[in-house]
């Protein structure tokens, strides 16, 4: 069983920037499908993007598109959430998630349904406050 393994939350001031990685013990990384929920205070956990392992490919969610971007580097077996103009509603436990099948790519749309997600990270927090 692989260990997902968050780093990089802190607190940040609404339009500032934050990159979170997720490091994964897995030696079949390189094709799985890797990706990010977040949890707010008080509310349900939610998608936030997904990316697939042989193709690269990325979904996000419509609340973050064009403002936080997904990459992974498959040589260190991480994956990265770069996070642009935060907002107080991005504050939430950002939590790393893989769909550990070489079919995932082709299935990220999934996603938001938590579907196929078998692995969580214990979550890293985000907090974002003037």
């Known amino acids: 069983q692989a260990d997902l393994v968050e780093s990089g939350g802190g607190l940040v001031q609404p339009g500032g920037s934050l990159t979170l990685a997720c490091v994964a013990s897995?030696?079949?990384?390189?094709?799985?499908?890797m990706g990010w929920f977040r949890q707010a205070p008080e509310k349900e956990r939610e998608f936030v993007a997904a990316i697939g392992g042989s193709n690269f490919r990325t979904y996000y969610a419509d609340s973050v598109k064009g403002r936080f971007t997904i990459s992974r580097d498959n040589a260190k077996s991480t994956i990265y959430l770069q996070m642009n103009s935060l907002k107080p509603e991005d504050t939430a436990v950002y939590y790393c998630a893989s769909d550990p099948d070489n079919y995932a790519s082709s299935r990220l749309e999934a996603w938001p349904g938590f579907k196929y997600i078998e692995l969580w990270g214990q979550g890293t927090l985000v907090t974002v406050s003037a």
């Open positions: 897995e030696r079949a990384f390189g094709s799985y499908g």
